[in-house]
C-alpha cells in the first residue's frame, strides 16, 4: 500500500492527484480519480463559468470521496460568483494557480478549504508560503500546460522541500511508477499528474486528440505563447503552455508579433473543427510513455504497484 502522511490525512488511498486540466479534467476523471483511492480534481481552465462550474458539481454529487477544485486566477478574478461557489462544495482542496496575488486564499481559510498553489521557482513559492496557502505544488518545466518553465521538477523538488515544512506535491513529467517513486522517496506527499491521466477513458478529449497523444514522442513538445498570444488570452508573459508540436507551433512560436487576422482566424477555425495541424494539444515531457488508453483506475493501479515495488526493493536491500 503506497501512502504518505498527508493522503493518508486527506482520506485518500494513494497520493496521486490529478492535475485540474481545463477541457480535460472534468467530473468524470475527477470521480474515476477520487473512486480509486486518489484526489480527483474538477479543472476549471480558462474557459470556466459559474454555469460549467455548477453543471460539473452537480454531475460529481453522487461522489462519496474526497475531491478538489482547480481555478485559473485571472479567470477566477473575472467571473462573478466562481470562488464562491467553489468554496461552497466544499472541496478537500482548492487549487489556484497562475497568479501572484492570493486574493483567494482568506476566503478559502474563512470556508475552511485547504488551499494548493503551482510554484516553478523558489521565489514563487516563498511567496506563496507568505501569503499562507497549504500545501505547495512543486510544478517543473517538464510539465504540460500554462506554468513557469523555470526550473525541472526534480531540482525544484528538492529544493522546495528542503526550504517548507508545509506538504508539497510534485509535478511535471511524472507519468510512471518510477517518476512516483523518484517524487516520493524524495519527500513529496503526492504526484499531482496531468499529462498521465489526459489520455484515459474519462478524459473529456476526442478520439484524435487520445490518438495524438499515445502517438507523441518524449521530444515532441515545445513551450509556447502562441496559441495565447493568437487566441488573444490575457495569460501572462512568464507563462507559456507546453504543447505538442504543430505546424502552427512550428511555424509561429518567437514570431508572434507577425501574426495576421488571417492566422489567427485560421487558428480559430482549427480550434472550432478540431484540426489538430494546427489546433494545440496540451502535454508534458511525459507524453512519450503513453501507448495505451486505460481506466484512471488501471492508471492510477499501475502508477502506484510499479513506485510501490521499486521503494520496497530498495527498502529491502537497505
Ligand atoms: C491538458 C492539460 C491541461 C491543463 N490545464 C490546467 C488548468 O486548467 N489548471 C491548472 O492549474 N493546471 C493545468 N495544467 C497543468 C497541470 O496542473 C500540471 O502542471 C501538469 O499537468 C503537470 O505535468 P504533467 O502534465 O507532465 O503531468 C494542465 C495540464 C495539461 C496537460
Known amino acids: ?49 459559474l454555469t460549467k462550474l455548477t453543471t460539473e458539481l452537480r454531475d460529481l454529487a ?62 514563487a513559492a516563498q511567496r506563496a508560503i507568505d501569503a499562507g496557502v497549504d500545501v505547495l505544488i ?11 518553465p523555470r526550473v525541472g521538477t526534480l531540482p ?34 503526492a504526484a499531482w499528474v496531468g499529462t498521465a491521466f489526459s489520455a484515459c477513458l ?20 515545445v513551450t509556447t505563447r502562441v496559441f495565447d498570444v493568437a487566441a488573444g488570452y490575457p495569460w501572462p508573459e512568464t507563462l507559456p503552455e507546453r504543447v505538442l508540436r504543430n505546424a502552427f507551433a512550428d511555424k509561429w512560436d518567437g514570431r508572434e508579433a507577425a501574426l495576421s487576422d488571417a492566422d489567427r482566424d485560421a487558428l480559430a477555425a482549427a480550434v472550432a473543427a478540431e484540426d489538430h495541424r ?7 515531457q511525459g507524453v512519450g510513455v503513453l501507448d495505451t488508453v486505460e481506466s484512471a483506475a488501471d492508471v492510477i493501479e499501475t502508477l502506484c504497484a510499479d513506485a510501490a515495488r521499486l521503494l520496497g526493493r530498495w527498502a529491502g536491500e537497505r
Not at 489556484?96 to 486564499?105: H, S
Not at 512543486?138 to 513557469?148: M, S, V
Not at 511524472?174 to 512516483?180: A, E, Q
Not at 494546427?278 to 508534458?284: D, M, Q, S, V
Open 202 to 221: 474519462e478524459a473529456s478529449v476526442s478520439p484524435a486528440v487520445r490518438q495524438a497523444l499515445l502517438t507523441a514522442r518524449d521530444t515532441d513538445t
Open 278 to 284: 494546427l489546433a494545440p494539444i496540451n502535454a508534458g
Open 138 to 148: 512543486a510544478r517543473g518545466a517538464e510539465g504540460g500546460g500554462h506554468g513557469a
Open 156 to 189: 525544484l523538488l528538492t529544493s522546495v522541500l528542503d526550504r517548507y515544512r508545509v506538504p508539497v506535491l510534485a509535478a511535471g513529467g511524472i507519468s510512471s511508477g518510477r517518476g512516483v517513486a523518484a517524487v516520493l522517496a524524495a519527500g513529496a506527499s
Open 62 to 123: 453522487e461522489l462519496d470521496a474526497p475531491f478538489g477544485i482547480g481555478l485559473v486566477d485571472w479567470v477566477a478574478a473575472a467571473e462573478p460568483g466562481l470562488l464562491d461557489a467553489a468554496l461552497a462544495a466544499r472541496p478537500a482542496l482548492l487549487s489556484v494557480g497562475f497568479g501572484d496575488e492570493f486574493w483567494w486564499v482568506a476566503p478559502a481559510r474563512e470556508a475552511g478549504v485547504r488551499t494548493a498553489t503551482q510554484v516553478g521557482d523558489l521565489a
Open 1 to 49: 500500500m503506497l501512502t504518505t502522511d498527508w493522503s493518508a490525512r486527506m482520506g485518500l488511498r494513494v497520493p496521486i492527484v490529478n492535475a485540474p486540466m481545463g477541457g480535460v479534467a472534468g467530473a468524470a476523471l475527477a470521480a474515476a480519480v477520487s473512486r480509486a483511492g486518489g484526489l480527483g480534481m474538477l479543472g476549471m481552465g480558462s474557459s470556466a463559468s
